[in-house]
């Protein structure tokens, strides 16, 4: 049975998309942390990070720092947070969240129900500073 993410990547579920390539996605988080969290996801099913296939977790991780980039520009936060958990969908996902404090990581934090309005503003600001940021990968709006 194929995993949420592996829906969302065939088109079965909507998601908001700012990179696509041929071996993986991102696409903002459904509940995020904090605004711009997104998640950078193998096209491929795979359960945990350590059985990755070497070549594509470097490819994940370069998506991601790109994501960061991204996000560090759109948003100014301290930092940009990078982080592996894997508890609830069994698909490999990194986590890529503007944070001021290690606490915005916190699950517990999650929006379980945000603006519609905002998650859409915050696509368009990631794929907007991806795009500026020299991202081919970056889908349209």
């Known amino acids: 049975?194929?995993?949420i993410f592996t829906?969302?990547?065939q088109g079965e579920l909507p998601a908001r998309f700012v990179w696509a390539d041929d071996r993986c996605v991102a696409f903002l988080s459904a509940n995020p942390m904090r605004?711009?969290?997104t998640l950078?996801?193998?096209r491929e099913e795979v359960d945990h990070w350590i059985d990755l296939d070497p070549d594509l977790l470097c490819h994940l991780s370069d998506v991601a720092r790109q994501v960061g980039g991204a996000l560090q520009h759109a948003y100014d936060p301290v930092r940009v947070g990078l982080m592996i958990a894997g508890q609830e969908v069994p698909h490999v996902h990194l986590h890529v969240v503007p944070i001021d404090d290690v606490g915005d990581?916190?699950?517990?934090?999650a929006d379980p129900?945000?603006?519609e309005s905002a998650m859409d503003e915050a696509a368009d600001?990631?794929?907007?500073a991806l795009r500026s940021r020299g991202a081919t990968a970056v889908p349209a709006d």
């Open 40 to 42: 950078v996801v193998p």
């Open 7 to 9: 829906r969302i990547i």
């Open 1 to 3: 049975m194929p995993t």
């Open 105 to 109: 990581l916190d699950f517990a934090k």
């Open 35 to 37: 605004a711009g969290h």
């Open 125 to 128: 600001a990631v794929r907007s």
């Open 113 to 115: 129900d945000p603006d």
